[in-house]
């Protein structure tokens, strides 16, 4: 199947590097990763190869002891620099010696006093979508997959931790080894640097956290070697070998990542509760559908995450049982409601199959390809009963593990697996239209019923009583929050802060909401909360809400700009080109 990845320079015709030796040298303090990366092609090279970079402040080439000539013969804004490699002349294997730049898109270099012990700096990746290239020059398309090993130098009294199988190092001598015999797709590599400790949660499951935290951590996520049990059972062996977590500082853009055999979790996940484990789900699912079933390009992004989000919900079926599945499945429909609302009913990014040929991958990357993603699957399942289906998933699984597909790629294997979805599903209109189709099976959900009757009551201007919301699921408290009028008055604001005891909850997300509320409701004493709030957390589906009602209320508008520039040195790259890109959009 030939496709085109538009968020990359590359031309795979050239030769796909199959292969990576690096070495690695932390500088906290120029904020640069010194580098030296060996790499094997798939096919020998002859003439130029083009590859990915972001601010790479390249040294050296080499090919079988020659020099090769290189230059950056092309630039943009969101693709980065085309490095040019030449000379080659049959070649299988070059170095290359380069520095990262302290602006690289990838790296956030965290001072102590931004971390839980406030006694050592951090280092933390993020590469999903494009951002593998500011950390070393690659074919930055998840249609390409390499294995690596790396060699790590660190601060001694430092721990470094990458997506890889750890080899044991000498102890204290901050180097640490890493090898990485499966392969995966750049935006799967992952590092990170800190003072560390780990704790062992099951014979294949451990966590990694600040000494400060991982007592809670561990407590929080103690279910997870169950919970790969459960996927197992669900998608088929696991085949990476371990899998770890690791607590990041609030500033991560994201509640998790899958990065492979170590998720990357947001610390505003520890509630205390367990409340927030379906995150752990998520990423664990993520470890065959993204990781071993990689979409080929950001377009066919519904592939990652809406195989993921249905498989989430299949594990949660089973860990939480089906009153919450159910109650999950009503919140998710009306987010997606909600968001077309807000795009627009043909907005093309509705689309689960994103057409265009943007350059930003993270363009491609909204929540919809999560929930419509997840509503398409269940059809599917609907159609063939969930037996079939699920012989189905193992199979999809199977035959395709390690490699990339695209949306059609998928549909030619549905097709030829389970024909009679196309008979009873619009496939088509799921895929390539904007929106959602008319007729699906709806979820329903009594606990959600509960959570309407009280909202309509407070349209008729009854309150709610603590009495009323004392047993409610997190996620009856959320769907209450999301669906309530978006302004209301400052006393009710207060009144139902109070009511539902947001501030003895622990939950950051919560706020999301309330913030939102507020600011639209005029209630400006809350201003410093929110500022507080935006500072500190880095976690992007929390953030964005709350600065976009920022920027679409009046009072609160000019206040934007200068808390912008205020969390600009506190949070991650990717947080702040997406809160730019949000205040650039309203004109700020
Ligand atoms: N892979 C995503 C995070 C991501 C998406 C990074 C797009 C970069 C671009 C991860 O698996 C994810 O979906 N995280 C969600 C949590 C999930 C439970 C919905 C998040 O961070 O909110
Ligand atoms: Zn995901």
């Given at each position: 199947m030939t496709f085109h990845d538009p968020t990359s320079y590359v031309d795979l015709s050239q030769g796909k590097i199959n292969h990576i030796d690096f070495h690695i040298q932390a500088d906290f303090s120029s904020r640069i990763l010194e580098i030296e990366a060996t790499y094997q092609t798939q096919e020998s090279v002859t003439g130029s190869l083009y590859l990915d970079s972001f601010k790479i402040d390249m040294k050296e080439a080499h090919v079988n002891g020659r020099k090769l000539e290189w230059d950056f013969d092309a630039s943009d804004e969101q693709l980065g620099e085309r490095l040019h490699l030449k000379g080659f002349d049959g070649d299988s294997s070059f170095t290359l010696k380069f520095c990262t730049s302290p602006e690289a898109r990838a790296l956030q270099w965290m001072n102590a006093s931004q971390t839980a012990g406030g006694k050592h700096p951090f280092l933390f990746s993020q590469c999903q979508a494009s951002n593998a290239r500011s950390i070393f020059p690659c074919q930055d398309t998840p249609s390409v997959r390499f294995t690596y090993s790396a060699e790590v130098e660190v601060p001694n009294e430092l721990t470094a931790v990458m997506a890889a199988e750890q080899a044991k190092g000498p102890e204290g001598s901050g180097t640490f080894f890493f090898n990485m015999p499966q392969s995966i797709p750049s935006y799967l590599f992952a590092i990170a640097v800190a003072n560390l400790g780990f704790r062992e949660l099951g014979s294949r499951t451990g966590i990694y956290a600040e000494p400060e935290v991982i007592q809670a951590a561990a407590w929080e996520f103690a279910e997870t070697e169950k919970t790969l049990n459960e996927a197992e059972k669900l998608?088929?062996?696991?085949?990476?070998g371990r899998y770890d977590l690791l607590v990041l500082p609030p500033s991560f853009p994201f509640g998790g990542m899958e990065n492979p055999r170590l998720t990357f979790l947001t610390p505003t996940a520890i509630l205390g509760t367990r409340g927030q484990v379906s995150l752990v789900t998520h990423e664990l699912a993520h470890a065959w559908t993204g990781n071993l079933v990689t979409n080929a390009t950001w377009q066919d992004f519904w592939l990652n995450e809406g195989w993921t989000t249905y498989a989430e919900t299949r594990i949660t079926e089973i860990l939480e049982g089906k009153e919450v599945a159910d109650l999950n499945a009503v919140h998710d429909e009306k987010r997606t409601l909600e968001i077309i609302k807000r795009v627009g009913?043909?907005?093309?990014?509705?689309?689960?199959k994103v057409p265009g040929d943007g350059k930003d991958g993270d363009s491609f990357t909204s929540i919809l390809a999560y929930t419509k993603g997840c509503f398409f699957l269940k059809e599917c399942e609907y159609a063939v009963g969930r037996e079939r289906f699920d012989k189905f998933i193992q199979k999809y699984m199977k035959s395709f593990q390690f490699q990339s597909l695209t949306t059609e790629g998928f549909l030619d294997f549905l097709k030829t697996e389970l024909p009679e979805v196309f008979e009873k599903v619009d496939v088509q209109t799921w895929i390539y239209k904007p929106g959602m189709p008319e007729i699906w099976h709806k979820p329903h959900s009594h606990l959600y019923d509960e959570v309407e009757n009280v909202l309509r009551d407070y349209e008729q201007g009854k309150l709610p009583t603590k009495e009323t919301v004392k047993d409610w699921h997190r996620n009856q408290i959320l769907s209450f929050l999301q669906e309530l009028p978006k302004t209301t008055s400052v006393e009710d604001c207060k009144y139902l802060e109070d009511v539902l005891e947001l501030n003895q909850r622990n939950d950051d997300y919560f706020y999301t909401y309330f913030y939102s509320i507020c600011i639209a409701s005029g209630y400006q004493d809350v201003m410093p909360r929110v500022e507080d709030f935006v500072e500190k957390i880095g976690r992007m589906l929390y953030i964005m809400p709350v600065v976009r009602a920022m920027v679409e209320t009046d009072w609160a508008r000019d206040r934007a700009r200068p808390l912008l520039e205020r969390v600009h040195e506190k949070h991650h790259p990717v947080t702040i080109a997406a809160l730019e890109a949000l205040l650039k959009k309203a004109g700020l």
């Amino acid at each position: 199947m030939t496709f085109h990845d538009p968020t990359s320079y590359v031309d795979l015709s050239q030769g796909k590097i199959n292969h990576i030796d690096f070495h690695i040298q932390a500088d906290f303090s120029s904020r640069i990763l010194e580098i030296e990366a060996t790499y094997q092609t798939q096919e020998s090279v002859t003439g130029s190869l083009y590859l990915d970079s972001f601010k790479i402040d390249m040294k050296e080439a080499h090919v079988n002891g020659r020099k090769l000539e290189w230059d950056f013969d092309a630039s943009d804004e969101q693709l980065g620099e085309r490095l040019h490699l030449k000379g080659f002349d049959g070649d299988s294997s070059f170095t290359l010696k380069f520095c990262t730049s302290p602006e690289a898109r990838a790296l956030q270099w965290m001072n102590a006093s931004q971390t839980a012990g406030g006694k050592h700096p951090f280092l933390f990746s993020q590469c999903q979508a494009s951002n593998a290239r500011s950390i070393f020059p690659c074919q930055d398309t998840p249609s390409v997959r390499f294995t690596y090993s790396a060699e790590v130098e660190v601060p001694n009294e430092l721990t470094a931790v990458m997506a890889a199988e750890q080899a044991k190092g000498p102890e204290g001598s901050g180097t640490f080894f890493f090898n990485m015999p499966q392969s995966i797709p750049s935006y799967l590599f992952a590092i990170a640097v800190a003072n560390l400790g780990f704790r062992e949660l099951g014979s294949r499951t451990g966590i990694y956290a600040e000494p400060e935290v991982i007592q809670a951590a561990a407590w929080e996520f103690a279910e997870t070697e169950k919970t790969l049990n459960e996927a197992e059972k669900l998608l088929g062996p696991y085949l990476w070998g371990r899998y770890d977590l690791l607590v990041l500082p609030p500033s991560f853009p994201f509640g998790g990542m899958e990065n492979p055999r170590l998720t990357f979790l947001t610390p505003t996940a520890i509630l205390g509760t367990r409340g927030q484990v379906s995150l752990v789900t998520h990423e664990l699912a993520h470890a065959w559908t993204g990781n071993l079933v990689t979409n080929a390009t950001w377009q066919d992004f519904w592939l990652n995450e809406g195989w993921t989000t249905y498989a989430e919900t299949r594990i949660t079926e089973i860990l939480e049982g089906k009153e919450v599945a159910d109650l999950n499945a009503v919140h998710d429909e009306k987010r997606t409601l909600e968001i077309i609302k807000r795009v627009g009913l043909d907005s093309p990014t509705t689309c689960l199959k994103v057409p265009g040929d943007g350059k930003d991958g993270d363009s491609f990357t909204s929540i919809l390809a999560y929930t419509k993603g997840c509503f398409f699957l269940k059809e599917c399942e609907y159609a063939v009963g969930r037996e079939r289906f699920d012989k189905f998933i193992q199979k999809y699984m199977k035959s395709f593990q390690f490699q990339s597909l695209t949306t059609e790629g998928f549909l030619d294997f549905l097709k030829t697996e389970l024909p009679e979805v196309f008979e009873k599903v619009d496939v088509q209109t799921w895929i390539y239209k904007p929106g959602m189709p008319e007729i699906w099976h709806k979820p329903h959900s009594h606990l959600y019923d509960e959570v309407e009757n009280v909202l309509r009551d407070y349209e008729q201007g009854k309150l709610p009583t603590k009495e009323t919301v004392k047993d409610w699921h997190r996620n009856q408290i959320l769907s209450f929050l999301q669906e309530l009028p978006k302004t209301t008055s400052v006393e009710d604001c207060k009144y139902l802060e109070d009511v539902l005891e947001l501030n003895q909850r622990n939950d950051d997300y919560f706020y999301t909401y309330f913030y939102s509320i507020c600011i639209a409701s005029g209630y400006q004493d809350v201003m410093p909360r929110v500022e507080d709030f935006v500072e500190k957390i880095g976690r992007m589906l929390y953030i964005m809400p709350v600065v976009r009602a920022m920027v679409e209320t009046d009072w609160a508008r000019d206040r934007a700009r200068p808390l912008l520039e205020r969390v600009h040195e506190k949070h991650h790259p990717v947080t702040i080109a997406a809160l730019e890109a949000l205040l650039k959009k309203a004109g700020l």
